[in-house]
C-alpha cells in the first residue's frame, strides 16, 4: 500500500511505532523497521548519549529508515536534536511543543520533520514552518494527551493542510487502520500494540496488564496541572485522581508520579508505576513479533479496504 507518506520515508508499510519513553529504544524500534515500518527511539528525558547509542545500535540491526521522537519539554531536547542531525537520523517526529527552532539544522541535515499535533492551529503553523508531514494524535492514545478525538481531530487536519497527515490514537488492528485512511490519513501512529511486541524490552507485568486490560481500565490523570496522561488504572491512579478531586497541589500530584513510568516499564511495578496505555488496550490480546504485527494490520486492512 503505497501512499505519500512511504514514498516521503522511503518504508514499505505507512505504519509508525509510536515513540514512547522507557518503552521505544534500540531494540523495538529496530525490529519495527526491519519488518517495514517506521520504528521511533522514544528520547523522552534521556540525555542525549543514550539517544546517540540506541541510533548506533539501530544501524547495527538494519539499514533500513528510523527516526528519533524529541519530546521538546525534555532539559536534553536541544542536545537530543543535534545527535540526531549529526548521526544522520532519517526521521524526527516531536512532541510536547513546537520544534521551529530546530527546524533549519535538520533541514540541512536532510532530516524529515513530522511534529505530533493535537489541533488544527498546530498543524497549520508546522506546515508553514516546513514541517513535511504532521502526526495528528487523538485523545485516545496513550501518555501525555490532548482533548480532541481521532475520530474528530484526523479529518479536519487533513482538510487543512496540504501535507500528508499520519493518525493516531486508538489504532490497534486492521479496523483502525482502515478507518484512518478513510477520514484521510496516509498512514498510523501505533504505540500500545508495540508495547507488548517481542521484541519490546518492558517487564512482562506491563505487558500482561495490557494483554488483560478490560474496555474500561483506562483512566486519565492530571486535567487539573493541565497535563492529562491516559494510564491503566492502579493503586497509582486511584491515589492520584482522589488526591486531584481533594485540590491537591500541582507540587503533591507531581511527587506521586515521579519515576512511576520507569518503575513500571523496567521494574514491573504494575501497582504503583504508571502503567501508560491507551484505550485501545482492551483490543490487545496476543504477543506477536514486530513482523507479525505489521503484516496481520495489513492483511486486515487490505481486505477491508480492498487495496485501495
Partial sequence: MQTRVTELLGI????????????AESHLAGAVSAAGGLGLIGAANAPADV??????????????????????????????????????????????????KYMDMWKAAGIKVIPVVASVALARRMEKYGADAVIAEGMESGGHIGAQTTMTLVPQVV????????????????????????????????????????????HQNYKDRILKARDIDSEVTGTSTGHPIR??????????????????????????????????????DVTNGSVMAGQIAGLVKKEQTCREILEEVMAEAEALLGGH
Fill in 12 to 23: 514499505q508499510y505507512p505504519i509508525f511505532q509510536g515513540g514512547m519513553a522507557w518503552v
Fill in 51 to 100: 539517544v546517540r547509542r540506541y541510533i548506533r545500535e539501530i544501524k547495527e540491526q538494519t539499514d533500513k529508515p528510523f527516526g528519533v521522537n524529541v519530546m521538546l519539554l525534555s532539559p536534553y531536547a536541544d542536545e537530543v536534536a543535534r545527535v540526531a542531525a549529526e548521526e544522520g537520523v532519517k526521521v524526527v517526529t516531536t512532541g510536547a511543543g513546537n520544534p521551529e
Fill in 159 to 202: 482538510d487543512a493542510v496540504e501535507i500528508p497527515v499520519i493518525a493516531a490514537g486508538g489504532i490497534g488492528d486492521g479496523r483502525g487502520f482502515a478507518a484512518a485512511r478513510m477520514l484521510g490519513a496516509e498512514a498510523v501512529q501505533m504505540g500500545t500494540r508495540f508495547v507488548v511486541a517481542k521484541e519490546s524490552v518492558v
Fill in 231 to 268: 494510564c491503566l488504572r492502579n493503586q497509582m491512579t486511584r491515589e492520584y485522581l482522589k488526591k486531584e478531586k481533594e485540590g491537591a497541589s500541582f507540587e503533591e500530584l507531581e511527587t506521586m508520579t515521579l519515576g512511576a513510568l520507569r518503575r513500571a516499564v523496567v521494574e514491573g
